[in-house]
């Protein structure tokens, strides 16, 4: 027989020998590929769809946006230059300049703020909103709703609102690429002069030129905006970037280019893909700790194995490789099954503005991205596994022949401690500490989870806070956030789960024949159970109080502005922790606990 082919069917065996061991390491690496996928599917999602509405509604390529000086309005010189900048060489077609002012809007008992802009009820050369449903405006009475706004106000055609008190149908609504949509929009600039507008974020409203002309206030003033396109469109930002590197001054247009509102567009799934690769990030460190428990503890059991193995011939290398093997293997299935899990999950994760037309650009992953999320796992299962593989197979053949396990740590100090506790107690206490890379790892795990969740908290209290009690439509963006770090929450959780019940699993069949004599010595099964749960729940103890520090620190660390979550909120998340930890300790405890005695007793 080969050596290669020994090898496979020996990490085959190895494999199924440890089953339980094989599935917890497939699960961590499955999950940490999964969201490192996610994480690169994410990324330039908004460009095909803002391209495809671009070119379906000739939007600009430059927005030229005219303001006045504080407390005036425009005059006929401001006018003219925004004229010349329209003129300029390298411009090739022009809109007419729009008037534009804001002003209160209401409907279905939300309140909000409209950027109202006058338009003509023909087509213009340049911006040509893409009706979805309804009609333009005609010489008519109604208003058209950009449709991110009338998704967020609940608006429909035929619908009315008020705009500052005064009763307006909902003719039409529409699409544009010439603005960024709800709730973006101010991102090329507003005046909200009105006692609570400061932190509203108004959405588009197109109507016509008298109407928006009779809304205009001395605080909310006429501005004109005037769509450019350019016999070049790449040049967009080096044409907006001359005129104004020193400032929009009162009386000159500022300028921006189409570049940057589809960065605006971007800006959504920005966010979520910096959630995506936070809580990827928490999940190979993890996957990482995870297996190097794993491989730790594993290798101090098979140091017999290894020495059989160098006493039939096998080199250091040989062992090296063989052990090495069967976690390469796992590490490569579980990176296929994350790449297929990613691709599936991403396009629900993704939700594009309303304010864009078309679909998702494609989510399958190139070679390269690919080739990344495999590689990256295949690396962490070497980091962890390559040193205590190579140091068990350096260990001498008669040493490891002669080697008979690792015995249970046992300290004088933690007996004396323990000695005068209940009996649960004092056996879940000794549980603990006899493999403390087991107790390492529950707490590690349930650290990490603790951290995901008390950084969405913070997340979460930041945003509001943001938004603080502005009220008005509700903010997409936000609520997709809050949805996928919730999902990546649970991700992180369901890894803690998961460890949680295989450790407890693990410290159950270990301590079979130390929990027989104790219950031959009258502890009773429920006595048992509860020990193996207190044995899991101490680290957990320790990973909440860690994760939740920790948790805290990097937040206000990664933040220029933190609000601190409620103590409900804190104490809920901690409750939670320690109920769940104990639930699912309960479920392997109880199974092993009401084993019978006799079977471990005359094991040698």
Request: proline share 6%; hydrophobic share 50%; charged share 15%.
């Amino acid at each position: 027989m080969s050596r290669v082919r020994l090898g496979v069917r020996l990490a085959g065996r190895d494999l199924r020998r440890r089953a339980t061991e094989t599935v917890l390491l497939f699960v961590a690496l499955a999950l940490a590929a999964t969201t490192l996928t996610i994480g690169l599917v994410l990324h330039g999602q908004t460009a095909a769809p803002y391209a495809e509405t671009r070119s379906r509604t000739r939007g600009p390529d430059v927005v030229a946006v005219l303001f006045p000086a504080p407390n005036q309005t425009v005059t006929a010189a401001d006018r003219a230059s925004l004229a010349a900048v329209a003129a300029r060489p390298g411009v090739s077609d022009r809109s007419r300049a729009f008037p534009t002012t804001w002003t209160s809007i209401t409907a279905g008992g939300i309140t909000g703020v409209a950027e109202l802009q006058g338009r003509d009820a023909g087509n213009s050369p340049v911006d040509r909103p893409q009706l979805v449903s309804g009609h333009w405006l005609t010489h008519g009475d109604g208003v058209v709703v950009e449709r991110a706004f009338a998704l967020a106000m609940d608006l429909s055609v035929g619908d009315r609102v008020e705009l500052a008190g005064h009763a307006v149908p909902v003719v039409g609504i529409a699409v544009s690429a010439a603005l960024p949509p709800y709730p973006q929009l101010c991102t090329i600039g507003c005046i909200l002069d009105q006692p609570g507008w400061f932190s509203a974020e108004p959405g588009l409203v197109w109507a016509s030129r008298q109407r928006v002309a009779g809304m205009a206030t001395p605080q909310q003033p006429l501005v004109w905006f005037q769509y450019l396109r350019l016999r070049d469109a790449g040049s967009a930002r080096a044409f907006a970037g001359r005129l104004t590197d020193s400032g929009p001054p009162a009386g000159r247009p500022e300028l921006t280019a189409w570049q940057d509102v589809a960065a605006r567009q971007a800006e959504q799934l920005a966010s979520e893909r910096t959630a995506v690769v936070f809580a990827s990030t928490l999940l190979v460190v993890l996957a990482l700790a995870t297996l190097v428990v794993l491989v730790g503890g594993r290798m101090d059991d098979e140091v017999r194995r290894v020495g059989m193995l160098k006493a039939a011939g096998a080199t250091p290398g040989f062992v090296t490789r063989l052990l090495l093997a069967s976690y390469l293997a796992v590490g490569l299935v579980a990176s296929l099954v994350g790449l297929v899990a990613g691709r599936l999950l991403a396009p629900r994760l993704i939700s594009l503005s309303a304010g864009l037309l078309g679909r998702v650009g494609a989510t399958s992953l190139s070679v390269g991205q690919a080739v990344t999320v495999v590689a990256s796992v295949l690396v962490i299962v070497v980091m962890a596994a390559v040193v205590p593989a190579w140091r068990a197979a350096r260990t001498s053949t008669v040493r490891a022949l002669a080697s008979s396990g690792r015995a249970p740590h046992r300290g004088g100090l933690l007996v004396a401690v323990s000695a005068r506790l209940p009996a649960p107690a004092l056996l879940g206490v000794r549980l603990a500490a006899r493999r403390p890379r087991r107790a390492t790892l529950t707490s590690l795990s349930v650290a990490v989870a603790v951290c995901g969740g008390i950084v969405v908290l913070y997340a979460q209290s930041s945003l509001h806070a943001e938004r603080g009690d502005v009220g008005g439509p509700a903010d997409p963006l936000v609520a997709q956030l809050h949805t996928v770090m919730t999902a990546l929450t649970l991700l992180l959780a369901l890894m803690a789960a998961v460890n949680l019940v295989f450790v407890t699993r693990a410290s159950a069949v270990d301590a079979r024949r130390s929990l027989a004599v104790a219950r031959a010595l009258g502890v009773s099964p429920a006595e048992a159970a509860t020990a193996l749960a207190i044995a899991q729940l101490l680290p957990a103890v320790v990973g909440l109080v860690v994760g939740g520090a920790c948790g805290t620190v990097l937040y206000r660390a990664l933040s220029s502005h933190s609000v601190s979550p409620s103590l409900t909120q804190l104490a809920g998340l901690a409750v939670a922790t320690l109920v769940l930890s104990a639930a699912l300790s309960a479920v392997p405890a109880r199974i092993e606990a009401r084993r019978p005695v006799a079977d471990p007793l005359r094991q040698p």
